[in-house]
């Protein structure tokens, strides 16, 4: 005799609810009575009973963890300076932003500025060497584990900001395995939903015809910026051949990019004034980086969700409104403020109050 789920058979999964009367010993057979189908739980309701009966417990002695999470360009960045300087100021932020671990092509990578950093303490931003083995998961789950220990040891809440989801699982799964892909191919690994840490996974997500346009828009205000002047550099210099291409070789600008140095010497942006063939050239270049930008975001959303349906507690928060706010032509910056401040930063502050209180 011993105590098992009429579904799913699994006395180590379901064993607890005999504690509640809802399942009763009998024989591992085929015979099983109509009584105890008066008391069968699904097998969603098992592993509901069986983590509610000791999450509270098990999260009481985990270290406590923000994570912010979303597509690329959705104000994940803008969030975690808001709630660091203007709520939580003993925060400090730990990228997981795969390209923006590795030092140089700031504008490229579009590392935030230390003007932008407004003082908040950043880790893993632009200090790995690009020329040396690309981060992996692995290695990324222990650099990560050490820099949260090191916070919390100081009193500070770390914050993990970054779209990499890749990243993200590695370090908060309680087991990782690094032969696993939890994410590609047809037919993925399970995803663990067993965490080493007391998370609050906030997801900033941005309807994607909208994120799609200002995505498009961001690549133009990042050219103007200065990302060709440094993409000429990084060719001219041959850094291209030295970086590792399975780390920051990856980023997208260096691939697009890559025919057109092979192709033309160029220093400036080609104008009206250069043979047409190069602008062709560039143009068609400038086309595939807003495409592939736009296809990440919408890799990284799927990711997202495959997260969520697994069973991971995302708060996800629509920062939508904001963002036709700011592409708005007619719209100042106090409008996207308010805009910014009510549909994101508000919610997003009550979510994380809430999460300490616990």
């Not at 560039?282 to 069973?311: F, M, P, S, W």
Request: aromatic share 8%.
């Amino acid at each position: 005799m011993c105590f098992v789920c009429p579904e799913c058979c699994d006395p180590l999964s379901c064993i607890h609810l005999h504690q509640n009367m809802r399942i009763f010993p009998y024989p591992r057979c085929n015979l099983r009575p109509s009584f105890y189908k008066l008391f069968q739980p699904t097998r969603t309701q098992c592993t509901q009973e069986l983590f509610s009966s000791t999450t509270d417990d098990n999260r009481r002695t985990k270290p406590k963890l923000l994570v912010i999470l979303g597509a690329t360009g959705a104000g994940k960045s803008r969030l975690s300076i808001d709630l660091s300087t203007r709520v939580f100021e003993n925060s400090e932020i730990i990228n997981s932003d795969k390209m923006q671990l590795y030092n140089g092509l700031d504008i490229t990578t579009n590392k935030m500025t230390m003007q932008e950093r407004v003082g908040v303490p950043h880790h893993l931003l632009g200090v790995l060497d690009p020329t040396k083995p690309a981060c992996t998961p692995s290695v990324y789950r222990k650099l990560g584990s050490d820099i949260i220990s090191d916070i919390k040891t100081r009193g500070g809440m770390p914050i993990v900001v970054g779209g990499s989801n890749s990243l993200i699982y590695s370090l908060v799964t309680k087991r990782f395995h690094p032969e696993t892909d939890v994410f590609n191919g047809s037919d993925p690994d399970p995803v663990s939903v067993e965490l080493r840490y007391d998370c609050c996974f906030i997801w900033v997500d941005v309807c994607l015809p909208v994120l799609n346009r200002y995505l498009a828009n961001r690549v133009d205000e990042m050219l103007d910026s200065g990302m060709f002047e440094e993409l000429v550099e990084f060719f001219r210099s041959g850094e291209d051949k030295k970086v590792n291409r399975a780390g920051l070789g990856q980023a997208i600008g260096i691939p697009e990019f890559e025919g057109y140095f092979r192709d033309f010497n160029s220093v400036r942006r080609p104008g009206g004034g250069d043979p047409e063939t190069e602008v062709e050239v560039y143009n068609e270049a400038v086309k595939r980086i807003k495409y592939n930008t736009c296809h990440l975001a919408k890799k990284q959303v799927g990711k997202i969700l495959r997260l969520r349906d697994a069973g991971w507690e995302l708060k996800r928060i629509d920062a939508t409104e904001a963002f036709r706010a700011v592409m708005a032509a007619d719209s100042g910056g106090g409008r996207v403020a308010e805009v910014w401040e009510k549909e994101v930063l508000e919610p997003s502050v009550k979510i994380v109050k809430r999460f300490l209180d616990e």
